[in-house]
């Protein structure tokens, strides 16, 4: 144990300035150890570890620091002019020098958040089965089905923390991509969960239950299934025995983190499991949390509370009434007001038109508490002329939705109108930051799901926010993990928001930006962490004890170090 963590090996238990010695099955030396990952070092290896482990000729003469070993790569990436052929790249690196890998990533998170995630694995998800090179997760089929306990087995590490699993169904903005989506989950791990979360205690899990892609299902090169998806009972089923064989394989802790399910499978799974697995959806609690905490950030530009403003979405799927819900908790917490009132104040508008109660009878589940009264309004534009919001938010997945006359309708309105346009890939966003910038005439307070470069108007420099999960997820995870949680509650996520908006700093809003700087991710998540920690505490769900004195210090020390280590 290391100040109250489990480690599963001595590498993990060492301080950066120990000796360790690197093992695998066995001791690694010369040829097979420059071929694992996790502890070949390159033209890092000292003469002493190149005398120690048989490395003598298996290697150039020359010595690099992995910092000049950075500067390298760095030079290398920014050589290429097609984002997938830096994603690849990275990939490449991960596969070779994993430490190096995660230097890389952390030291340079701004600038290669956009190739190792969204817009990039979008078409890296695509063309998966042309640039398949090897297993980085698991591939879970209905093949399976009936041993799925046993072939969790065939992944090589026993103690998993996180679990990242999804279907493929509802991939980003570009639906349904069936089984070439671990790209995806391992992307989402390798730029979340691991760098902050000991590294190889993240799992990647497809769940392959077919596709209903007909290109894909045409494609010599698909890896997957070759069948329509699978539904109803035999869908079931098969999730229900993936859920099962993982709490009894890893543990009544490991985190299963839902990516990217449809909506239909979304709210029923995080609804089945949540009583019995310490379980989180991303697209449904992650956004909700982040875009909850850039509203209590932006409430330092516009001025009063949650409870002063009236909120308009454009989506009401999955991400829509989660943030909606979110956002109704914090303003029954902070007013002490029923849920059921605060959720007057938040209208969606669905590819039907408004939400509105005389559509109650043939609305899905999850938007019926959205119905308020009112007539009837098909688009988007009549109905903010008749809500009249203070916040737009578009989470529709459908691109160039906020048109000129929306967001002036909205500038009309509001002196400084809240813009959040935050569907996935770029091509989806419901409008660009130039576009809300320029129609609003530099008045509007703009974030988006993917990102967009600074915006010049009128002489005036605005950075817009982008508020990605990426904020959330990894000090979510981490608190859980510290604090030996047991369940996931929904004042962890408000929690989680408060703590994010806390990082906000006045030179931050001074550009009109309502995130921190990603480049802060590992002390913005640590804050996260601990804030999220000591929820779970106060709630009596936290099995780690006792309780550590500062959980923000304790947080910092469980994070993953990407600095080589030296070996005997």
Not at 293 to 300: D, E, H, M, N, R
């Amino acid at each position: 144990m290391m100040n109250g963590v489990e480690k599963t090996n001595g590498e993990d238990i060492a301080m950066e300035e120990q000796l360790i010695t690197p093992w695998t099955a066995s001791v690694s030396s010369g040829y097979s150890l420059l071929r694992d990952p996790r502890h070949n070092k390159g033209l890092a290896f000292t003469v002493d570890e190149r005398d120690a482990h048989y490395l003598r000729v298996l290697l150039p003469p020359a010595l690099l620091t992995q910092e000049l070993q950075e500067k390298k790569l760095m030079h290398n990436l920014r050589q290429y002019e097609v984002p997938l052929q830096r994603y690849m790249a990275m990939m490449d690196l991960q596969e070779r020098n994993e430490r190096l890998f995660y230097k890389l990533l952390i030291d340079n998170v701004e600038e290669l958040l956009p190739v190792v995630y969204t817009p990039t694995v979008g078409e890296a998800c695509q063309k998966y089965g042309s640039i398949f090179r090897r297993p980085q997760g698991l591939y879970i089929s209905l093949k399976e089905k009936g041993k799925i306990l046993e072939v969790l087995k065939n992944w090589p590490e026993r103690n998993i923390q996180v679990i990242v699993v999804t279907d493929g169904e509802r991939i980003l903005g570009l639906g349904d991509l069936g089984c070439q989506v671990l790209m995806l989950t391992n992307s989402f791990e390798n730029w979340t969960c691991r760098p902050l979360i000991i590294s190889q205690r993240c799992l990647p899990v497809t769940i392959d239950v077919g596709t209903n892609n007909g290109k894909l299902l045409n494609d010599e090169f698909y890896i997957g299934l070759r069948q329509r998806r699978a539904t109803g009972q035999e869908y079931a089923e098969l999730l229900d025995e993936f859920m099962t064989a993982v709490k009894k394989n890893y543990g009544e802790k490991v985190i299963v983190q839902f990516e990217d399910f449809a909506n239909h499978n979304a709210f029923e799974l995080l609804a089945k499991y949540s009583p019995t697995h310490l379980v989180f959806n991303d697209d449904i609690q992650g956004t909700a949390s982040v875009v909850l905490a850039g509203l209590l950030a932006a409430l330092k530009l516009v001025g009063g509370t949650l409870a002063d403003h009236t909120f308009l979405f454009l989506g009401a799927g999955e991400a829509g009434t989660g943030i909606a819900e979110l956002i109704a908790l914090e303003m029954s917490k902070q007013t002490n007001a029923p849920l059921e009132e605060t959720r007057k104040k938040i209208w969606l508008v669905d590819s039907k038109g408004l939400i509105v109660s005389s559509r109650k009878g043939s609305l899905q589940h999850f938007k019926k508490p959205w119905a308020h009264d009112h007539e009837p309004i098909k688009g988007l534009l009549d109905a903010v002329k008749a809500i009249k919001p203070t916040v737009l938010i578009g989470s529709s997945g459908v691109g160039k939705t906020f048109t000129k006359e929306v967001v002036e309708a909205m500038a009309s309105i509001n002196e400084k109108p809240l813009i959040l346009a935050l569907s996935n890939p770029t091509s989806q966003s419901e409008c660009t930051a130039e576009e809300a910038y320029t129609w609003s005439e530099g008045r509007a307070i703009f974030a988006s799901g993917s990102p967009f470069d600074p915006v010049e108007y009128n002489s005036r420099v605005f950075v817009p926010g982008q508020a990605n999960n990426a904020y959330i997820f990894p000090g979510f995870g981490l608190g859980l993990v510290i604090s030996g949680a047991i369940r996931v509650h929904d004042d962890m996520l408000l929690a989680a928001s408060e703590a994010l908006a806390e990082q906000v700093k006045q030179e931050n809003l001074d550009k009109v930006l309502i995130y921190p700087p990603f480049s802060n991710i590992r002390k913005i998540s640590a804050n996260i962490a601990a804030k999220v920690a000591a929820k779970a505490y106060e709630l009596g769900l936290a099995s780690r004890l006792p309780r550590p004195k500062d959980l923000v210090k304790y947080a910092e020390s469980c994070m993953y170090s990407p600095l080589y280590r030296s070996y005997r």
